[in-house]
């Protein structure tokens, strides 16, 4: 057996390893200002753009306003009316199954995509302009043109069906209780796949292709590689994009407004659309401020436990120190 | 742990380039071979087919008895350190170090003693459970040396594993590999750029030059029996004097440059061979350290010189000469003769080195006669670059 090894570093060295751990409790406490400073301006957005507004529909969601006259004042009645609503109840379940359903098929796909583009060196600027497509098509328009494919009757999808022996093709797509949801939701990945799928191609393009050979010798499979290099390379990337698929499905409206506006029954109501129904049809604002509140505090709280979940909020590289 | 074997191996790569060339190697079970030439030879591309991360393009690699061609890496049972080390940023030196056997599916227990042994012998103890940006290269460059070695591969294979350490670090590491290979007995190829970390860490020595082989011997016979210009340049610090020359056509004469040398008997007794380079170009080689001040007879090898430039080491002092001859340069070696300093106030043109003793004391501008002995002079076929023996 070999002897304990002796040697010890050089003092520069040391020194330069030493962590924020090892410094006196005073230069910790002013790198603690210097990160408040630096947050300000992110702090001041989020306060604008986040904070603000639900805060203010939390205040309007107290008060029995039609849109036009002047507020009443009507303390939780409001809320007392959500909480026993059951077309709210409903809705409530729609969006997150949506949502849920929508992170389950998007990230697997926009991956599987993303990793396939960024292992092909020619035509990858062509690509991503191709992916980005649907991104700059408005989204009614797109609905519109579903709208047409779709027909049972006149559809692409039926002409297929009745002149290509597709026949499974043959459905009431938007029209059918059990069909309608999922066909929002492939219809909602088709939207949002493409952008995704650049993400976790930039993502997966930015990993050092000598892990993976480390890796390989090291004795991993394709499916050991991925879990134990692409995955934890690609945490940040994964948060991003989830919180983006997640707080993206639990507020999408307008496709769905245009494609079934809820129905058929209220098999695709959401909750976004039963608020704007609740605003603009019902003119019952401080309704709709409730189920304002209850979509931005899941908004906001899906986003913090994915961010505290991963350890984002960690703030350190995940690259530095492979050399 | 086993052998490595390779016959004949190519490497074209896809540009058309040809960065290895009929590449013939055996290193024995537990033998130290250092593979080494100039940056670009093809070094790494050798390492990289012997681990699988590079196709061969012709020929065959073996790894003990097997032939493991077309066998992915993960199966090729090899460790790797590689030049950026290429530790796993996410996991901690623990992490990294055990790696290989959590896939190995060893159990728990044994992983974690086989981690703190590893952790030990590499002085890593009190770093197991930070992560790779927190060290310093040293220490990075002793994670990536902990993961070959934890998991006892058939051979280890090291790409300029020293290279992105400080000198004093790159002397201390240098030991430290050697202890522990020798200690593992693991067959290990080993590639550098830094000839005398070939020189004093290998039990052979292959160097390489635009993917060919030049020679592959001890260090000992590379430096007294290099077979060509190229493994002379190569080999020593500094690097061998190499001097155009030729030879008068009775053979009785070396012209070098504004000297004539008179060629002994006993010259041609060494070099049968240089017979029959009468009235012909030659190559003269003599190493800076085989040069002495003086002893002006006819049984040394003379050249009438003048100092250009005194280097003083303490242990030796390096000085610099102009013989009034041309000195040949080769090409993908650094050259350590003063030649840019010719406008010196006495213009003298270095062109060569002698390694001195540091009690002699010389002027610039003195003139002076260096000698050596006749086994120490070397000569070359400036055409095909091959030694006249
Ligand atoms: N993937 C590649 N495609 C084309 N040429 C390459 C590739 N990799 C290396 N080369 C070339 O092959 C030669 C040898 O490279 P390498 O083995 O990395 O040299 P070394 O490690 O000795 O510095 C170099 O000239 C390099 O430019
Ligand atoms: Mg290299």
Redesign the pocket.
Known sequence: MLGKSEYSLPPSIKKRNSRRGDLPKKVVGSYWKADLVGLMPTMALYVFLVLLPIVIAGLLSLYSWNGVGSLRFSGFANWDAFFHDPIAAHSLEVTIVLALVSWAIQTPISMALGFFIAGKQRYRTVYAALYLLPLLLSTVGIGLVWQALLDPNFGGLAWLAQNAGLSFLQQNWLGSNSLALWTIIVLIAWQFIPFHTLLYQMGRRQVPNVLYEAASIDGATKWKQFVHITLPQLRYTIVVSSTLMLVGSLTYFDMIYVLTDGGPGDTTRVLSLDMYQAAFVANTFGYASVLAVVLGVIGVVVALLLVRFTGFSSLSSQREGIA | MASITLEKVNKI???G?E?VHEFDLHVADGEFVVLV?P???????ILRMIAGLEEVSGGSIYIGDRIVNGIAPKDRDVAMVFQNYALYPHMTVAGNIAFALKLRKVSKSEISEKVRKVGEILGLSQYLNQRPRQLSGGQRQRVAMGRAIVREPAVFLMDEPLSNLDASLRAQMRVEVLRIQRHLQVGTLYVTHDQVEAMTMGDRVVVLKDGHVQQCDTPKNLYSHPTNLFVAAFVGSPAMNLFKAGISSNGDVLDMGSQSIRLTEELYIMHPTLRQYASKSVVVGVRPEHLLIGEDRADRFTISSVIGLVEVLGSDTLVHFSAGAERMYIEGVANEAATDLADNEFNVKNEGIARLDPKVSVRIGEKVTLSAELDSIYFFDPITGNVIN
């Open positions: 790569y896809a540009s380039f960065a030439g940056s670009g030879c093809g070094k790494t591309t």
